[in-house]
Nanobody, 117 residues
Framework: QVQLVESGGGLAQAGGSLRLACTAS????????MGWYRQALGKERDLVAS???????NYAEPVKGRFTISKDNAKNSVYLEMNNLKPEDTAVYYC???????????WGQGTQVTVSS
């Protein structure tokens, strides 16, 4: 089971930016499909952005044009650049790694992002 560790969360003002990072305990290249989810208080956990099996990228509608997912295979890491943050982006953000072989989804421990108005 791959282990995922997120970092980079914190407090930002509306209109500001934050960059989340997630490092996996093993190689992700060709092995895992990486993504980010978020869960606001009292709400369901939703997809934010993810790579696909074909290496294209999906973004949730609320973050399109503001968030960018990227990865560095050499560092076994995936990133989420968040710009023009809004109070409704406040949530715990989770890194995910889906095994291409088993389709099993691994989760990080989550990092809190709070955006003040």
């Amino acid at each position: 089971q791959v282990q995922l560790v997120e970092s980079g969360g914190g407090l930002a003002q509306a209109g500001g930016s934050l960059r989340l990072a997630c490092t996996a305990s093993r190689s992700i290249f060709g092995v895992y499909i990486m993504g980010w989810y978020r869960q606001a208080l009292g709400k369901e956990r939703d997809l934010v952005a993810s790579f696909t099996s074909g290496s294209s990228i999906n973004y949730a509608e609320p973050v399109k044009g503001r968030f960018t997912i990227s990865k560095d295979n050499a560092k076994n890491s995936v990133y989420l650049e968040m710009n023009n943050l809004k109070p409704e982006d406040t949530a715990v953000y989770y890194c995910t790694a889906q095994s291409r072989a088993t389709m099993k989804l691994a989760w990080g421990q989550g990092t809190q992002v709070t955006v003040s108005s």
